[in-house]
Each structure stands twice: as C-alpha cells, then as structure tokens.
C-alpha cells in the first residue's frame, strides 16, 4: 500500500523566508507525486508532481520539490515566501494498484506567513 | 481551458430534502470523482467515473447517488442525509482513467450544510 506523512501540520514563516513543507512517501513501487495547494473556500490546485522524469521539479507560482528516493521523500520548497503564499498544502501519492488514478492525500500543512 | 466548474457554490438542506450538486468539464477528461473534505482534513475519495460508467465506489453510504450523464456532466444526488454529511464537495477530472500520473483537476467544490 502507498502513502504519504506530511510532517507539521502548521507551519509559520516570515515573509521574504524560506519555505519548506515535508513530505515522505512509502511506496514498493516507483511514485508518482504530486503537491496540491488550496486556498481558503477554493478547490485544490496543483503546484507540481513527478512522474520520474527529473528529481527537481519546478512548478507553479516559484515552488519546487525534489524527489529523494534514499530518504523517501519530496519536500516542497520556495526560497522567498510571499503573503499570498498562506494555504493548506497537500501532498498526494497516486495509486499504483488496480485503482490507478486514486490519489492518496497527506494530512495536509497549513502555511501561515507573517509581515 | 483547465477549468472544472460546480454548482450550486452553497447549499443548505433538510435531513428530509433531495437536492443534486453538479460538476462540469469541457476539457474531453474520460476520468471524473466526487471527493468529500471536512474541514482541516485531506480530501476523501468518493466515487470514480471512468468512460461514464462508474469504477470506483468507496463504501460511501446509499444516500449519496453520482450520475454521469455524459462526458462532461457529473452529478452527485443526495436524499436523506444527515448532518455530518456537512461538508465541501469537491469535483475532480482527468483525462484518461486507470493512468496513475494523471493530473486531477479540480473544481471550487460546493460547501453543504445539513440542518
């Protein structure tokens, strides 16, 4: 079975700050990814995923993530956090099994960012 | 065009009311679910629609009903629920079913209170 721990449900940075969000993942198979973000009262959107092509990926919005299979883990980043930037963010894992295409959600990190 | 879009944004229902959310996409997604979020918590998976024929159920209870009409159209029928029903109901889609690396887009969601 797959799943992802996202480590800190709350997370504060000063604006300017660097941001980084924690995300391991347990897998018997190759991962496939992703890191949503959803803003108050909105659905998800997605910031990035992998999908076993480069271990650095770049997404939306100046956030990047690496995957680190020796860690088992993508952690989410961005060197300059931005007030806009506060969010609950989700990391998700998608099955591999006979219900491909279900994703498999972290208990979220809430990213809060002060003047 | 990435767009999902939901409606109504709002509802608010009887225990005894029967009411329908509807999710659409215009982006030619073979792939749709219905997910239910409470608050503060990840996404949980409801159903899955693959080729409008419905693939995935995760044991959610008989008074939750989805239809796929065609393609672009899903709906998530409710009779009889009960207030920890109270939730945003959130529309996904991608484009082709069964594929693990998959992008799920989603829609704003519609938030339901039961009374």
């Known amino acids: 079975a797959q799943s992802v721990t996202q480590l800190g449900s709350h997370v504060s940075v000063s604006e300017g700050a660097l941001v980084l969000l924690r995300c391991n993942y347990s897998?018997?198979?190759?991962?496939?990814l992703f890191w949503y973000v959803q803003y108050p009262n909105q659905g998800l959107q997605l910031l990035l995923k992998?999908?076993?092509?480069?271990?650095l990926v770049k997404g939306i919005n100046g956030f990047e993530a690496e995957f680190k299979k020796s860690e088992t883990s993508f952690h989410l980043t961005k060197p300059s956090a931005h007030m806009s930037d506060a969010a609950e963010y989700f990391c998700?894992?998608?099955?591999?099994?006979?219900?491909?295409?279900?994703?498999?959600f972290g208990q979220g990190t809430e990213l809060s960012v002060k003047p | 065009d990435t767009e999902v879009t939901q409606t109504p944004k709002h509802l608010v229902m009887g225990m005894t009311n029967k009411k329908s959310l509807k999710c659409e996409q215009h982006?030619?997604?073979?792939?749709m679910y219905w997910y239910k979020q409470k608050a503060k918590k990840p996404p949980e998976l409801m159903f899955v629609?693959?080729?409008?024929?419905?693939?995935i159920n995760e044991s959610v209870p008989s008074r939750f009903s989805p239809e796929c009409p065609n393609s672009s159209l899903l709906n998530l029928h409710l009779h009889a629920l009960q207030p920890e029903d109270s939730a945003l109901y959130l529309c996904?889609?991608?484009?082709?079913?069964?594929?693990?690396?998959?992008?799920?887009?989603f829609g704003p969601g519609t938030r339901l209170l039961v009374l």
């Open positions: 996904a889609s991608s484009q082709k079913p069964g594929r693990s690396q998959e992008t799920q887009y």
């Open positions: 897998s018997s198979v190759p991962p496939y």
């Open positions: 992998y999908t076993s092509a480069a271990t």
């Open positions: 998700a894992v998608s099955d591999q099994g006979n219900q491909g295409g279900k994703l498999i």
């Open positions: 982006m030619g997604h073979r792939a």
């Open positions: 629609y693959s080729y409008e024929k419905l693939s």
